[in-house]
């Protein structure tokens, strides 16, 4: 039984309350380190014992096993995921007053890569239901000037590529896709990475495959694109002192390469439990009277959401003030993105206005992210839903559903064979 106060937003339970956790974090990396510790600290004890610290025996290892994994035939490492994406398009040519179509609804490194070269990002809106760029919209923003679309595969979810893919052959424009936050999620049967020309995949510690600092990765199916971002990557240099073209220096460190190594085989099981965490989630919103209140995301019926983010839409305009009332509950949330790219000082000159993306714009200021890491237990996730509950006074129903979600099905991570000595969990 849920009662309200005097304030119109300040609830408490009469007796469930009772059996609330007194916090949920938003992220535990600890959590993860904990069953870990002994694995990681060989790896780097035996990089630091080699002296091989930079593009390592580590790195080409862990370069073969992703490729194995996502099943494609070039996984080029790089210093970090905002590199990688510099990189794809420096490896297509991308230049001065070359346009690039990009969702506004994403993190800056999306926009920055593409400025960072004199081209113009051009900003497309975003489907309300996925936050993913929204097709109809990149077909619009075509121009003659346009020399590449960058799809963001958003919190763990691939964009739409059955009408993305005909949109740039149409065009005869190449795919960079954006896939930071989506390692394994996958359109078909295929993974994320290798669904366009380039994937741009980030080793951010948060991310679904965290390293112990920054780092990243690329995939092409195309020989071309792979042998210019080799090159790209150190210098533009081969062999040693010769530069052919100008690169820039993006290296993967060994150490994070031996950290990856350890982590990777565990990298299904940790999407699964993020798909059974996303499920559960379902399942708790489902047992309030929130219909009208909070729009809970969805399962992808054509591939595997592997949920970097799980992000609900509060329907109105109470998001900050039920966030402000998270917090003081010491449940952890974060806001993915609170100011539209086009929207930022910095494009100013680009002259975009309020309005000119109002799916876009509506997202920024209705989405909140709960908690969603692999090691999240139920009674976590409970805590986090009676407290948003709390907030707007929102009853149990007394016949909740008594289906649960159907537990998703395994995707099966294909796995390099290593040498005998190394370090395997």
Not at 147 to 174: C, E, N, Q, S, Y
Request: hydrophobic residues 40%.
């Amino acid at each position: 039984m849920i009662r309200r106060s005097t304030d119109a937003h300040a609830t408490e339970t009469t007796s469930p309350a009772a059996d609330l956790l007194n916090s949920v974090p938003l992220l535990a990396l600890d959590r993860q380190y904990d069953t870990l510790r002994d694995q990681i600290r060989e790896a780097i004890n035996r990089v630091c014992d080699s002296g091989r610290f930079v593009l390592g025996p580590d790195v080409a290892e862990l370069e073969a096993e992703l490729a194995t994994a996502l099943d494609v035939p070039h996984v080029i490492s790089c210093a970090s995921g905002s590199d990688a994406l510099l990189l794809a398009l420096m490896a297509l040519d991308i230049g001065v007053g070359d346009e690039v179509i990009v969702p506004s609804y994403t993190f800056f490194a999306t926009a920055s890569a593409v400025t960072r070269l004199g081209a113009v990002p051009i900003f497309a809106d975003i489907d309300p239901a996925t936050y993913l760029v929204d097709p109809r919209d990149v077909e619009r923003k075509i121009s003659t000037r346009t020399k590449a679309i960058v799809p963001v595969h958003l919190f763990g979810r691939t964009a739409d590529m059955d009408a993305l893919r005909p949109i740039a052959a149409r065009a005869g424009l190449p795919i960079v896709e954006d896939a930071a936050q989506s390692i394994l999620s996958t359109w078909h049967g295929r993974c994320s990475g290798s669904l366009g020309d380039v994937g741009c995949f980030s080793f951010y510690p948060t991310k679904n495959l965290g390293g112990a600092g920054d780092g990243g990765f690329l995939t092409t199916t195309r020989d071309d694109i792979a042998k210019s971002l080799k090159l790209l990557r150190v210098h533009g240099m081969e062999p040693r002192y010769y530069h052919e073209v100008i690169g820039i220096n993006s290296r993967l460190d060994s150490i994070q390469a031996a950290v990856l190594r350890v982590k990777l085989p565990h990298l299904d099981a940790w999407t699964t439990a993020r798909q059974v965490n996303a499920g559960r989630y379902r399942d708790l919103f489902a047992e309030y009277d929130l219909a009208g209140r909070i729009a809970v995301p969805g399962e992808e019926p054509r591939g595997r959401h592997v949920w970097n983010q799980f992000v609900v839409r509060v329907l109105g305009d109470d998001r900050d003030a039920l966030r402000a009332h998270l917090a003081k509950r010491g449940v952890g949330t974060e806001i993915y993105y609170p100011v539209p790219l086009h929207l930022q000082k910095c494009f100013a000159h680009l002259g975009w206005a309020k309005g000119d993306l109002p799916e876009t714009e509506r997202a920024a200021e209705q989405t909140i992210a709960l908690p969603i890491f692999p090691e999240l237990d139920a009674m976590e996730q409970r805590t986090v839903v009676a407290r948003i509950a709390e907030f707007f006074g929102a009853g149990r129903r007394e016949r909740a559903a008594a289906a649960t979600s159907a537990l998703p099905t395994p995707h099966v991570l294909r796995r390099a064979v290593g040498k005998a000595d190394d370090v395997r969990c």
